[in-house]
């Protein structure tokens, strides 16, 4: 096994969720300095010490290998005790970094045998809806079993609290209309937070409001990825607060 040490901007920190091989576990990916995508797994993000933890934007140089049971080529698998976090890019350089990777939509991705994307949606619209209690209580036993999936290293964890809405995105992009679940893990912790200081009601509204108005007016691009086992699918991982390029911003 060929061991690789890499350097990425991080980009996609999805909604925790929950495997039988390997407990909770967070689908990260970041993007080189040479435009490549990398999707970094198994990472158990709330189980990493506090100097190995990482935000959008930031640097992250770790050691890897390239999976011999994953066929997409931007996947590693990580090795967690390598996480080094670095300097954050600033915001004037992130409209430029990621206008170079962006796509039309997932089937341009496919062309390009890439199983991550940004697209720059046409149309955009966040919306929620209320999750049935069945539903809820379900999505509440898994991350509750993953919490007791502890060995003697790992620290006890409290059990990840699934939002009792679900979130979502229609959006309209070169392939067409889609209507996807937001698993962007930067939602929750946002609506976490309005939730906190304002009730959810007010959250559910300021969240609406940074998104289908602060954001699109701003501009923003979505973060997708495709499913291992099913890679027709693409999911929806990612909403990026980011300029559209102009002929102007260039010079």
């Known amino acids: 096994m060929v061991i690789v040490e890499e350097k990425v901007v991080v980009l996609v920190k999805a909604v925790p969720q929950v495997g039988a091989r390997h407990g909770e576990t967070v689908c990260c990916a970041g993007v080189t300095a040479e435009g490549n995508w990398r999707r970094l797994f198994p990472i158990k993000f709330r189980r990493l010490s506090d100097d190995a933890k990482f935000e959008r934007w930031q640097w992250l140089t770790y050691r890897g290998s390239v999976p011999s049971d994953d066929k997409r080529i931007e996947s590693r698998r990580v090795h967690e005790e390598s996480l080094e976090p670095g300097q954050k890019i600033s915001i004037g350089e992130r409209a430029l970094f990621i206008d170079r990777i962006i796509v039309a939509s997932a089937k341009e991705a496919v062309s390009k045998g890439q199983s ?15 999750r049935s209690a069945d539903d809820l209580e379900s999505v509440r036993r898994s991350y509750a079993d993953a919490a007791r999936q502890t060995s003697f290293l790992d620290k006890e964890l409290i059990a990840f609290e699934p939002p009792a809405f679900e ?20 939602t929750i912790a946002a609506f976490r937070n309005f939730s ?56």
């Open 196 to 251: 906190r200081n304002y009730g959810e009601a007010e959250a559910l509204k300021k969240l609406s409001e940074t998104y289908n108005e602060k954001y699109t007016s701003k501009g923003l691009v979505l973060a997708l990825g495709n499913m291992k086992k099913r890679p027709q699918i693409w999911l929806m991982l990612g909403i990026i607060r980011a300029d559209e390029v102009t002929q102007l911003s260039l010079l």
């Open 167 to 186: 979130f979502r995105v229609r959006y309209v992009d070169e392939g067409g209309k889609h209507d996807n679940e937001c698993g962007d893990w930067e």
């Open 116 to 130: 991550l994307a940004v697209v720059r949606p046409k149309i955009f619209e966040f919306y929620y809806k209320k």
